[in-house]
Structure formats: structure tokens, C-alpha cells
């Protein structure tokens, strides 16, 4: 593979290794970019590259409630634009306050029970933003987020005397800031009784490429673990076989997206899903309105909405009475679609086709250490560093495109590190995610997320703000990765920076 | 296809060489030079240019609204399309502040968003706020990007590429574009105070603290300019010297190709108006052709009269590979002569066949930017 000159070389034998993880999306799947554009490039695999750059305005552009090309924001929102929460396509950063307006706040609120039970009177991921004459469900000005000091067992020291800063969030809204009342399972849910968390996006490139895992690989991981007696979600799995809450709508597909694992094929993934949800801008096969019933009805009662519904949204005078007029138009089921199938088609070139940013230095001797001690105490457990995609004979559930569409690009029988197991574990941390479940997240690419997004915060609720927080968070005494973490804090100061060092190498 | 073969010969190129440094030095002497000479004559006279003109903008509305004469407004006009000028001049250095803090797409977005604008106009508590004396913070943080902004400011002066006469415009359009205005100086400042630190003024620094925007790389303590000027070195987010200069590149390349591909081959290609930047002072061609000008700032080692072609880009380049160097030069004049001629005002000749030849010089352009970052990655001292 060409002419070698300057650095050590390793011996050609070895050689293969190292081109064989570059590749970290796989030969259709990387680029070589190692510049802040790096989280935005096309695949290989996209051979419409005109479509690729269209679909790319969709996600970095502000939505407009009504003037084009990007038009239809409201009547709630999330946020009007996909790139505020997706920060140069990286991971959200950590947050003083939450603004929907501020960049690279990717946040969700996440409002439950104290078991874990959405709110359902909120949409699944509450909107703070709302056109005139509308109120938003949740007035973010009175949201307040605290970062709290934690302590470990271990006073926040590695044996040698080395310390470490851990700090978690807490979240509270006052009733005050409800517009609506709170429920669960219908029945009614005391404000100040609700728990509120925070979820943030990580990186979205390479998500075409999990999408590529077949289904089989996928259960063949969870048998293992399962055999290992690791233990696993009884939501996704039940022993032997996948959980009929593990596989995905009516399909047989597991799911495998999100950090609840919620969503199954890409096709009704996090984005196809997002691109209406987070600014609600209708499509032809979405022609609602993300937005909840009770909203609906608080809204359609409320006198203020009353009295200048017709002002703002003359076209839904049907029947002169403002309750009704305002209540249909926010439950309607065949809203005129804002967005058009062809820009949909571009954003999925786009979504599935962003690339992989191809690992570096994995030649460099530190590096190197790290990556055999990642292995050795136990973290390529969880985040499994391959897998070999199949055919990605996607399918989508909405039926939007066929079964592996050739408009979209593939990826077939590429060998991708992900360092993932796509499987959901636990780390018991104080004021822990949701149900405490979360799929491992991916960690490639992430090494350049400081060029990439200006920051390079880490887990669910971007609590840590380096790579030693992110594994000493790992380190609970119930957690599923504290043999693990135990071993780390044995590692001597340059062993624990060889690995932290090849965390940020691939 | 073009590009797959380009992206296999860089892939091939990088996993020649393996490591991103030769003999083991992340910091080469030469490079660091050219990064210097970049970061103090391209990007630091463009953003405190881009600082001083919205300033100025402000301080020229202001003189319009007591005066409301044709003159000042006319002034007005002419001040704006400097400082946009510059800010177009500054797209091929779009990483890092601009992007880490949103402050594109906070001073950039378009289109407007006419209904929220009119909702606007129609809200006293909102044009109450906009007029008083933190108009300015106001607008930045409940105006939302779709009201902020360069566009937001063409919308109230310019109609069908002319500045508009004094009496169109009403006080409550005259206070929002004041207040939005002052935002964009803000984020101007912060620019500016992002890149340079302390070499900034002093009346812009204390600006920005007190808004408290940031202005350094990962909340830590390195600025911009030093972040990059430091490139190889510990605490840099650049490893090598060199991945400063690909950095350098990759910045050009992305203008080269959102120019041609999306700026003017969506509104070309998909026949939609609508995708037209900037419809209201009909600038878009001249726009385009400072987004390439900003490529040549890049590449010639600072804007016109602050080069020193010894320590440019073009420079280094030419020593590696003098052949290379040559087609980056006849593609950034090729790009800067097609874009010059294609008719104008853009919103009335959108489909005219001189705008594929413009399309095809930017994309022609990305793809020798593309070789010049795999030399980059190749050379050997």
C-alpha cells in the first residue's frame, strides 16, 4: 500500500489491522476528512451527490412558519432548525439553561412519573415553542437546570492521587410553567411530583451503517450476552429470543436506535421521524401535527387562542366557532403537506449517506497501548469495536421507499467499528436516564468532536466533560461496567492516558 | 463519480504515510509560518473589518432614524453591503467561531420568515422592547434566527436591488432593524474577540463579557487564532501542524462547493427561486464572488495588501507540487471570472446557462482543493 518513509512503521504483518480499522465506516462508509467538516462529508456509497447537498440545506436551514423553501415551523415547535441540536453533526453541549434558541442545545426533556412513565398530556418530547396565537405546552424561561458536585466511593482519586470532577444535572419545572395539565395513563399527575431529565443527541454520521447491521447479527449479540449472563432489558429481551416489545411496530425488526432503544429501521428512525416532529412540518405521509389531545383541547378553550385564532389562521375559519375551528385544526389528519416527497428523498440521501470519519494514529505506540488495555479490562465489551454489515436490503415501515430503495445509498458487507453492541446496559448513576436502560452509545469519530462542534461533552446529559468523567461515571457500584471501571483505576497515569487517548484516535 | 475517485486517491495517499507527521514532528516551522501569516492577515483584518462595518451600521441607522433623510438611508445601504461584503469575504473560514458558537446561522439564516415578521409589526410589547435600550438583547435571544440577521436588515432597507425611499419605512421596521442590527454587531464582535483575544478593541471586548458570549475553543483558554496558530502543539485541538493547514483548505473547499452546488445550482438546477440568498438588495452575485475572493484571501496568505507571498498557502504549495499550485490559481481565477459573468441581478437570470459554467468552475475548484490537501498530507520536508 505504497511507499512508507519517516514515522515507525509497524511490521507489514500488522499492517492489515490498522488499515483494516481506518476504515471505520468501511470502504463505502469513511472519509478521510480530519477538519471541523468532518461529521458532514457523503459516503462513497452516495452516488447522487446533488441530492446529498440539497438534503444537507434541510437539516442546517431555520424553518419559517410560511416562506419557503424551508416553510412549515408550528404550530408547537421543538426547534426550528435540525443543526442547533445536532452541533456541526456532533454531540449536544452541556447546558446552563434550556433555550430552545440556544446552539447546540440537544437536549430533550424527558417528564415522567417517578416510575419512568411519560406524561402523556406532553408530547414524547415536549415543545417550549409556539406561533402566535399559541402558547407553548412548557414556558422553557422557568425551566431550571443545576449542575450538582458528586462524589464517588472513591473520593474522586485514582489510587496514585490523580482526581477527577463529576457533576450530574438536576432539572425542575414549576407548575407555573405547565400549560397543560399532567397525566399519566390517564389519570391526573400532581405538579412537582413529575421527574424531569435531560436526553441529548450524540453524532448522527453513520447511522446508515448501524442501520446495515443485519437483524441476525444483532440477536446473535444479545444470545451471547444473554448466555453470559449479562443482564439484559427485559423490554428488548426475554430469554431467548427478542421481547415482543423488543422488535419494532409491526415489523420483525429489532429496534436498535435511540438510547431507549425505541425506534427499529432507520426509515422510521430518529431523523425521518425528527424532520416533522422537531419543527412539525407536515409531509405527504405525515399530514398531522405532532401535538397532543389535551393541548388541543386547553388551546381550543383557551380565550386568548379564541380571540385571535381567525386573525393568524384565517384559512381555518370552517365553522365560525373559534373552539372548534382551533381544536380541529390542531388534531386535523390531512393537513396540506408542507414538505415535499422530494425533499424527503434528499434529506434520507443525506441522513443515510453522511460518512464516517476514519480513525487516526492508530499507528501512534500510545495509541496503541490504549487500544490493547481497552480490550484487556473488559470496555470493548459493551462497546463491541465491529461488526460486518449484510446486504442493507433496508426496509422502511412507512412504506415510503421500497425495500432497499436505490435511490438511498447503500452499504453492504462493509466490516464497520462502531465500538458499540448496540445493546442496552446499565450504569446506575445518580438522577439516571430514564428507566436507567441506555444502549451503548457509539464512539467513533467522537475524538473530533472539539474541531467538529466547538466542545466535546459526553453521556446522555453531556455530564461529562472529558473522557476520564465519561468512564469514572461508568463506575457505580451497580453498574454494569464496574469490573471494568476497577480495573481502569489499577491502570497506572500513562496506561489511563493511552486509553483515553485511543478513545479520541477512533 | 468525480468525487468517489478524488476521495479513493486521498484514501490511498493517507494510508501511504500512515501518520499524519514525518519523523514524528506534529509541528513543521514552514507550515506553522503560513498558518500565522493566515490567521493575522486573512482572518483577523476580514473579522475586525466585519466588526467595525456592522458597528457602523448601527451608528448610520440610528443617524437615518433622527434625520430620515433619503441621503443617510442611502448611506445606510451602502454601509450594509460593506460589512456583508466582508462577512461573504470571511466564508471560507466558516469553521470555528462561526460555526462552534451558531453565529452563522444566527447572523445568516434566510429566508425571513414573513409571517413571523408581520406578527412582529403587529406585537407593541415586542416593538416596545425592540426600540428600548437593549434592543439589541432583546432580539438576540427571542427573536429567533429566522428574524435575525443580515436578511432581516436587507428586508427593511432594499426593494428590488435599490435601496428603498426614506418614507417606505415605518418606525416600528426602523426600530426592529436597529435592535437587530445591534445584534449582529454583537456576534461581529464576537468574531472578532473569538479570534484575535486581546488584539481587539477594547470597546468590543467589553461588549462581549458583558453579554457573556464565548470566545474560546472548548470553554478553555486558548482564542481562535492561537488555538490554530498552535497547531501540533499540547492543548491545540489540532494535532499537526499540517491538519492545520488541511484545516485551511477544507474550509475553501467547503465554500467552493456550497457556492456552486447549493448556491447556485439549487436555484439553477431545481428552478426555484426560492433559494436565492439575497433577494431583496439583489447581491447574490456579488456574494458569490466574495465567497471565492475569500478563497484567495485564504490561499494568498491575506486579503489584498496585507499578503506576503512567501508565507502563503500558494507559496508552500508551489514548492511541493508547482504544477498543483497552478491549477489552484487558474481555478480560483476560472471561478472568479465565471461567477463575474453570469448575468445579473441572479433572481432574474436563475436559469441562464452562464450559471452552469459558474457551477462547474466552484465544483472544479473543490475537487483541486481536494488534491491540494492530499499533497498536503503526503509531503514529506
Known amino acids: ?506 | 463519480m468525480k468525487r468517489t475517485f478524488i476521495a479513493t486517491i486521498v484514501a490511498i495517499a493517507f494510508l501511504a504515510v500512515g501518520c499524519n507527521h514525518s519523523n514524528g514532528e506534529l509541528v513543521n516551522e514552514k507550515q506553522a509560518q503560513v498558518i500565522e501569516q493566515y490567521v493575522n492577515h486573512t482572518i483577523a483584518p476580514t473579522y475586525s473589518n466585519l466588526a467595525l462595518y456592522t458597528d457602523k451600521l448601527v451608528n448610520d441607522l440610528e443617524a437615518f432614524r433622527d434625520s430620515r433623510s433619503q441621503s443617510d438611508l442611502n448611506n445606510v445601504c451602502e454601509t450594509f453591503l460593506t460589512a456583508r461584503a466582508w462577512w461573504e469575504k470571511s466564508e471560507a473560514f466558516l469553521f470555528g467561531a462561526a460555526s462552534d458558537f451558531g453565529i452563522d446561522p444566527h447572523i445568516d439564516s434566510w429566508p425571513l420568515d414573513v409571517d413571523a415578521f408581520n406578527n412582529l409589526m403587529n406585537s407593541p410589547s415586542m416593538l416596545a422592547a425592540l426600540a428600548g435600550e437593549d434592543g439589541d438583547v432583546v432580539a438576540g435571544e427571542q427573536l429567533g434566527n429566522a428574524l435575525l440577521g443580515f436578511h432581516g436588515i436587507e428586508y427593511i432597507l432594499f426593494n428590488n436591488g435599490q435601496p428603498k425611499s426614506a418614507s417606505e419605512i415605518t418606525t416600528s421596521q426602523l426600530g426592529y432593524a436597529i435592535a437587530v442590527a445591534g445584534d449582529l454587531r454583537n456576534r461581529c464582535f464576537q468574531l472578532e474577540v473569538s479570534w484575535i483575544g486581546d488584539a481587539a478593541p477594547k470597546e468590543h471586548r467589553d461588549k462581549v463579557e458583558e453579554l457573556e458570549l464565548n470566545t474560546t475553543v472548548n470553554s478553555g483558554s486558548y482564542n481562535y487564532g492561537d488555538n490554530l496558530k498552535k497547531a501540533g502543539n499540547p492543548g491545540s485541538t489540532y494535532a499537526s501542524s499540517v491538519s492545520g493547514l488541511m484545516a485551511i483548505v477544507d474550509g475553501c473547499k467547503t465554500i467552493a462547493d456550497e457556492v456552486g452546488t447549493s448556491k447556485i445550482g439549487k436555484p439553477y438546477n431545481g428552478e426555484d427561486p426560492n433559494y436565492i440568498e439575497s433577494p431583496y438588495s439583489q447581491k447574490s452575485i456579488e456574494d458569490f464572488y466574495n465567497n471565492i475572493l475569500s478563497i484567495q484571501n485564504a490561499y494568498y496568505g491575506g486579503i489584498e495588501g496585507q499578503r506576503t507571498d512567501k508565507l502563503s498557502l500558494h507559496a508552500y504549495v508551489k514548492k511541493i507540487n508547482a504544477n498543483l499550485d497552478n491549477e489552484v490559481e487558474n481555478a480560483i481565477q476560472n471561478a472568479l471570472d465565471k461567477i463575474n459573468a453570469m448575468p445579473r441581478p441572479f433572481v432574474s437570470n436563475y436559469t441562464n446557462p452562464k450559471n452552469a459554467e459558474a457551477i462547474e468552475a466552484c465544483q472544479n475548484l473543490d475537487d483541486v482543493l481536494s488534491k491540494v490537501n492530499e499533497a498536503l498530507r503526503t509531503y514529506e520536508e
Not at chain 1, 434558541?101 to 417528564?111: I, P, Q, T
Request: with cysteine; net charge negative.
Open chain 1, 1 to 506: 500500500m505504497g511507499v512508507f518513509a519517516g514515522c515507525n512503521r509497524p511490521e507489514n504483518t500488522e499492517l492489515s489491522w490498522i488499515e483494516e480499522e481506518t476504515y471505520a465506516g468501511g470502504k463505502l462508509g469513511t472519509t478521510f476528512n480530519s477538519s471541523s467538516s468532518a461529521y458532514e462529508d457523503p459516503a462513497p456509497a452516495v452516488t447522487d451527490i446533488a441530492a446529498f447537498k440539497y438534503g444537507e440545506y434541510l437539516f442546517e436551514r431555520d424553518f419559517t412558519q410560511n416562506t419557503p423553501p424551508f416553510n412549515g415551523l408550528g404550530p408547537l415547535y421543538i426547534r426550528s432548525s435540525c443543526i442547533a441540536c445536532h452541533p456541526g453533526y456532533g454531540h449536544g453541549k452541556r447546558m446552563d439553561r434550556y433555550a430552545a434558541g440556544d446552539w447546540g442545545n440537544g437536549y430533550l426533556l424527558v417528564v415522567t412519573d417517578q416510575n419512568g412513565n411519560y406524561v402523556s398530556t406532553l408530547t414524547g418530547m415536549p415543545q417550549t415553542k409556539a406561533v402566535p396565537p399559541f402558547k407553548a405546552p412548557i414556558d422553557e424561561s422557568q425551566i431550571q437546570i443545576s449542575w450538582l458536585d458528586y462524589t464517588d466511593e472513591w473520593g474522586n482519586r485514582f489510587p496514585d492521587g490523580e482526581t477527577y470532577s463529576l457533576i450530574y444535572p438536576e432539572v425542575t419545572i414549576p407548575a407555573s410553567a405547565y400549560y397543560v395539565p399532567l397525566e399519566v395513563g390517564g389519570q391526573p399527575l400532581a405538579y412537582g411530583s413529575e421527574v424531569v431529565r435531560l436526553e441529548s443527541t450524540i453524532g448522527i454520521y453513520g447511522t446508515g451503517l448501524l442501520d446495515a447491521i443485519p437483524d441476525d447479527s444483532l440477536k446473535a449479540q444479545y444470545l451471547k450476552e444473554s448466555n453470559a449472563g449479562v443482564p439484559l432489558n427485559p423490554a428488548m429481551w426475554a430469554g431467548t429470543d427478542w421481547a415482543t416489545t423488543g422488535l419494532y411496530g409491526k415489523t420483525n425488526h429489532p429496534k436498535r436506535f435511540t438510547y431507549a432503544c425505541s425506534r427499529g429501521p432507520l426509515q422510521d428512525g430518529p431523523g425521518a421521524n425528527a424532520i416533522w416532529n422537531i419543527t412539525n412540518v407536515t409531509r405527504g405521509d405525515r399530514r398531522y401535527h405532532y401535538m397532543t389531545e389535551t393541548y388541543a383541547r386547553v388551546a381550543s378553550q383557551d380565550p386568548d387562542v379564541q380571540a385571535a385564532f381567525y386573525t393568524y389562521f384565517p384559512d381555518y375559519n370552517k365553522t365560525g366557532n373559534p373552539e372548534t375551528d382551533i381544536y380541529n385544526y390542531l388534531m386535523s389528519k390531512d393537513l396540506p403537506a408542507e414538505m415535499s416527497n422530494d425533499d424527503y428523498v434528499n434529506l434520507m440521501v443525506w441522513h443515510r449517506g453522511l460518512a464516517v470519519p476514519a480513525a487516526r494514529n492508530l499507528d501512534d505506540a500510545e495509541v496503541q497501548k490504549g487500544r490493547k488495555l481497552f480490550r484487556e479490562i473488559g470496555c470493548a465489551y459493551c462497546h463491541r469495536p465491529s461488526w460486518t454489515t449484510g446486504p442493507d436490503r433496508f426496509t422502511d415501515p412507512n412504506g415510503f421507499f421500497t425495500t432497499g430503495d436505490q435511490r438511498l445509498p447503500r452499504y453492504p458487507n462493509q466490516k464497520i467499528w462502531p465500538y458499540t453492541d448496540m445493546v442496552q446496559h446499565r450504569l446506575c448513576m445518580v438522577n439516571d436516564i430514564r428507566t436507567g436502560w441506555c444502549r451503548t452509545t457509539p464512539l467513533w469519530g467522537r475524538g473530533l468532536s472539539a474541531i467538529c462542534t466547538g466542545s466535546s461533552d459526553r453521556l446522555h446529559d453531556c455530564r461529562a466533560r472529558n473522557v476520564i468523567e465519561a468512564i469514572m461515571w461508568h463506575g457505580s457500584a451497580q453498574s454494569d461496567a464496574r469490573w471494568t471501571v476497577e480495573k481502569f483505576r489499577n491502570l497506572s497515569k500513562e496506561d489511563r492516558d493511552a486509553v483515553v487517548k485511543f478513545i479520541n484516535a477512533i
